[in-house]
């Protein structure tokens, strides 16, 4: 179920963004273990290398472009200079940006590993050194995979239940979004599991977050929706939709 | 992150390790079709051996991973036109890639038998195994059905 539902038009770069992770990823998966394998033998040395020269690079290329795509046109971009990137965005960059210095820094080692061995100078010792690198680049891509996928965020502020609370209960809210508000069906729910449902009744595509979890985006006259538990206490509700929550559309949701 | 969002992560790393299992392979592929010896097809299937074991870690996981993600999430279902296209197609890309598994099978064994004829130099029929065209075939059929469920899976057409 790769990816959640989102408004038209972001299908492509999101799809050249997988691809390009995909390549990189099995590229280094490729490199590492020709290289680990080789066992002083030239040609899986210069297969490691050269998968991370000829095909991790283009990919990473591909990658790190449709990333800044995706960046700009969900306009991350244009937020007020004193809110930050959501935390799976910095996960992604530091991946992205710092990762792509770090193979940076891995082909130079390698390079210079494999004019050596050209040279007759058979020290194994750079490209070790490279296969390293590249398995350090394969882990830094599955918990990029990961943030991307689950998005984390920062835990809820929100109080636990009181020893005197009510066994939790399922309550359904029907949220409706247009531009720039939500209507919710109730203010207030029992603590327990709460399926929100939204209903897109704009003209632009909106989603739902509350106590850090996010429903799909849904595009205008689409539904979809999201169920989380939750809490006594006071919630606050918002699009993640740069620019929506500061539009009005946030809110704050009683819990029982 | 709640189960369902570590359902659903780790679904999408299956995923992940599927299709770079696949990038893994083609480089494997490519590098085969030049080796002529005994010895630079064993090296090589050292690497393959990896890749082997990439490809069904994530074919096996991205199927069990996807339908209980499809089960536990309200807005998916795995009847929905778009899951059950994927579903196929996953059948494609395993049935595929698993017979191409045997077609590259035969360049190993046929190098084993030369090394233990104490035959170690080029060989014309072991190259001719190595670049397989049913093996190319297949792998290259396996890789369409998984690049067209990446595709279906990001569009989801009907959904």
């Known amino acids: 179920m790769l990816a959640a539902i989102r408004p038209a038009g972001q299908d492509f770069p999101v799809l050249l963004h997988i691809v390009g992770a995909t390549i990189v990823f099995g590229a280094l998966l490729a490199s590492a273990t020709s290289l680990a394998l080789a066992r002083g033998e030239i040609r899986l040395l210069r297969l490691g290398y050269f998968s991370l020269l000829f095909v991790a690079l283009p990919g990473m290329a591909l990658m790190w472009g449709a990333g800044q795509w995706i960046y700009h046109k ?13 935390d799976w965005l910095t996960i992604g960059f530091v991946v992205g940006d710092y990762g792509g210095l770090f193979f940076i820094a891995a082909l130079i080692v390698g390079g210079i590993g494999i004019l050596r061995l050209r040279n007759g100078k058979s020290d194994g010792g750079l490209l070790k050194l490279t296969m390293v690198m590249a398995l350090v680049l ?3 891509y599955v918990v990029a995979v990961w943030a991307m996928t689950g998005k984390p965020t920062g835990a809820s502020a929100a109080p636990a239940p009181g ?94 | 992150m709640s189960y369902v969002d570590w359902i659903f992560a780790l679904h999408l790393l299956t995923a992940a390790t599927l299709v770079g299992g696949f990038v893994m392979s083609w480089i494997v592929v490519v590098a085969l079709r030049t080796a002529n010896t005994p010895d630079a097809t064993l090296s090589l299937n050292r690497v393959a051996r990896v890749g082997t074991v990439v ?12 339908i209980w993600t499809a089960i536990l999430r309200p807005e998916l ?30 360049p190993l064994a046929k190098a084993r038998e030369l090394i233990a004829s104490g035959l170690t130099g080029p060989s ?24 067209l469920i990446v595709i279906d899976m990001i569009y989801k057409p009907g959904a």
């Open chain 1, 74 to 86: 969900q306009g991350w971009n244009k937020l007020p200079s004193n809110v930050k990137d959501v």
């Open chain 1, 163 to 256: 020893p005197g609370a009510n066994a939790p209960t399922t309550t359904a809210v029907s949220v409706a979004a247009t531009e720039f508000r939500f209507t919710l069906s109730k203010q207030s729910v029992p603590h327990g599991k709460v399926v929100f449902t939204l209903s897109n009744k704009g003209k632009i595509p909106h989603d739902f977050s509350i106590d850090g979890k996010t429903s799909t985006i849904v595009s205008p006259g689409k539904t979809t929706t999201l169920t989380v538990r939750l809490g006594a206490g006071k919630f606050l509700y918002l699009c993640t939709v740069p620019g929506h929550a500061q539009a009005g559309m946030k809110g704050t949701l009683i819990v029982r």
């Open chain 1, 138 to 140: 394969a882990v830094a």
């Open chain 2, 124 to 147: 014309d029929e072991l190259t001719a195994l190595n670049r397989t065209s049913t093996g190319l075939l297949l792998r290259g059929l396996a890789s369409a059905a998984i690049v």
């Open chain 2, 55 to 66: 490809i069904v870690v994530g074919l096996l996981g991205t199927i069990a991973l996807g």
């Open chain 2, 77 to 106: 279902h795995p009847w929905h036109g778009w899951a059950i296209a994927a579903i196929v197609l996953w059948g494609i890309a395993a049935a595929a890639v698993l017979r191409s598994f045997v077609e590259y099978a035969k």
